[in-house]
């Protein structure tokens, strides 16, 4: 889907040294890369709080459609490769150590992200310290403001907790190293923070979307895009629910989740709809948050989350078979496995497009068959959370909170898989129920995001087929390599930070 208005988040970022010695008063905020002022300047009036808060929405964009969109979907086994233009066949370069579940400390592939999430967490701190800093805005708009840095505050420590600390179920108790909390600005040279244990980090997570919840406005901060491409009371809800849900507080994952589907439910896509709402760029379909993808000044798509799943062919002949083919960079494309879990009337089968490719093997062309998702082309925003995983998130609150009995959780199970063309599930056990949520989730979710954290959340063991190109395929529950090791970079600058176990 493609979400294009006139102006949308526009480049400004904090210029932060490396994590852990992060702004001083030194550092500027900037808008164009020679154009530098300082931040009693940027925050001396409305127009630059405004424009700071814009550039937060900016880096968080850039933070959520990078590596961390298909990590979930990579290392659970939903995803595989189209080959290099080349048509060399192979892992691609960037992602191949924790594509086999073996990242590098010391050259680890997600090494940027880990620092990206510290700067977007700093700059959210900015600005809730320089709130008060313009003393003629409207007390509305600031409050407003302070809501949505909040929520990103939390949702980016929430990103970075998926990727760096073991699930809630981890421990017993959920005293197994979280992450560092970050909630202000750090001086360079004085503040070497810890980590927070993992249940202390959720606390800390919902701490900061419950505030922001009290002091959400209803109005928006920006006069352009729609309500869905910035954090507001609805989404900022939806996304307290997704993080309750993942570190076991069913109870307010429940509540998050019926609330949202209260006020929502009239966006759930039809099942005659569902399939051409993917394909119509126009539309976002039961689209809670989306991160819309940057646009120049002359209204040009600069970055997508497409860039990792889009297609395009060239050169076909009149049959339609393709002679030559071309990638924005090394697509990623359906499992096998991922395929194969689809029933044979299941319309989201149609979300995959097949496309024929020469593969080079031994010196010699052969033509393979790769299955594309319809799901992020064209220039796509980065479709965060939808309306689906509301269902699916009370559906599965709902058999922990009821003692593990899965009736009152099956008529929220149903609704995507009757949507989808699927007949309704009747009494289940509660094996049959945990396996039926997993694979709902893998089928209505793919590609967006979940299935990792939905191993680690319910415990189970990752397979992978033949297709994982000769990485590992099979990583069993619990294990060290469920989360990515610390950057080798800021252990060196923090003496107080504890590296993840086994990357010792």
């Avoid at 078979?321 to 924005?328: E, L, N």
């Avoid at 609150?397 to 007949?423: H, K």
Wanted: glycine share 4%; proline share 3%.
């Amino acid at each position: 889907m493609k979400t294009i208005f006139n102006i949308t988040y526009k480049l400004l970022a904090v210029i932060a040294l490396p994590f852990l010695l992060l702004s001083s008063c030194s550092d500027f905020l900037y808008q164009e890369p020679d154009t530098q002022i300082s931040i009693e300047e940027q925050f001396s009036t409305e127009e630059g709080l405004i424009q700071a808060v814009n550039g937060m929405y900016y880096n968080i964009e850039a933070l959520v459609s990078g590596k961390y969109f298909v990590y979930a979907d990579m290392l659970g086994g939903n995803i595989t490769f189209a080959p290099k233009s080349s048509g060399e066949l192979e892992v691609p370069a960037s992602i191949e150590f924790s594509f086999d579940y073996d990242d590098q400390e010391d050259e680890s592939d997600f090494s940027s992200t880990y620092k990206n999430a510290y700067d977007v967490i700093n700059q959210a701190n900015m600005i809730l310290e320089h709130l008060y800093d313009v003393e003629d805005m409207a007390e509305q708009k600031r409050q407003q403001i302070k809501a949505e840095a909040l929520t990103i505050r939390g949702f980016t420590h929430f990103i970075v907790s998926q990727l760096y600390s073991q699930n809630m179920n981890y421990s017993a108790d959920g005293d197994h190293p979280g992450i560092v909390y970050v909630t202000r600005v750090l001086q360079a040279g004085v503040d070497y923070p810890s980590r927070e244990t993992k249940q202390n980090t959720y606390h800390l997570i919902k701490n900061d979307l419950e505030e922001a919840l009290s002091l959400f406005t209803g109005e928006q901060v920006f006069d352009f895009g729609p309500d869905y491409s910035y954090f507001n009371g609805t989404n900022t809800r939806a996304l307290l629910a997704k993080v309750a849900l993942d570190n076991n507080d069913w109870q307010t994952a429940y509540a998050a989740a019926d609330s949202v589907l209260t006020v929502s439910a009239n966006i759930f896509v039809a099942k005659d709809d569902y399939v051409a709402a993917w394909k119509d760029i126009s539309t976002i379909p039961e689209a809670l948050i989306e991160f819309s993808a940057p646009v120049t000044s002359e209204l040009e798509v600069s970055s997508s989350v497409s860039n990792s799943y889009y297609y395009y062919t060239l050169n076909s002949d009149i049959a339609g078979v393709v002679k030559s083919f071309t990638y924005k960079t090394q697509a990623y494309v359906a499992s096998l496995d991922l395929r194969n879990s689809f029933e044979a009337d299941d319309i989201r089968k149609d979300l995959f497009y097949p496309l024929h490719i020469p593969v080079l093997a031994d010196d010699i062309y052969w033509d393979s068959t790769f299955y594309f998702t319809e799901k992020f082309q064209n220039d796509a925003g980065t479709l965060y959370m939808r309306l689906s995983e509301m269902y699916l998130i009370r559906s599965e609150a709902a058999y922990w909170l009821n003692n593990e009995d899965p009736s009152s959780s099956i008529a929220d199970l149903n609704m995507t898989r009757e949507r989808a063309g699927l007949s309704p599930l009747q009494s289940l056990t509660s094996e049959e129920y945990l396996e039926e949520l997993y694979w709902e989730r893998r089928r209505e979710l793919a590609f967006e995001g979940h299935l990792f954290f939905d191993h680690m959340r319910l415990q189970r063991d990752v397979t992978r087929g033949d297709d994982a190109y000769g990485a590992s395929q099979l990583l069993r529950y619990p294990n060290n390599k469920f989360v990515l090791p610390l950057p080798e970079s800021t252990l060196e600058v923090n003496e107080y930070l504890e590296q993840n176990e086994g990357y010792y």
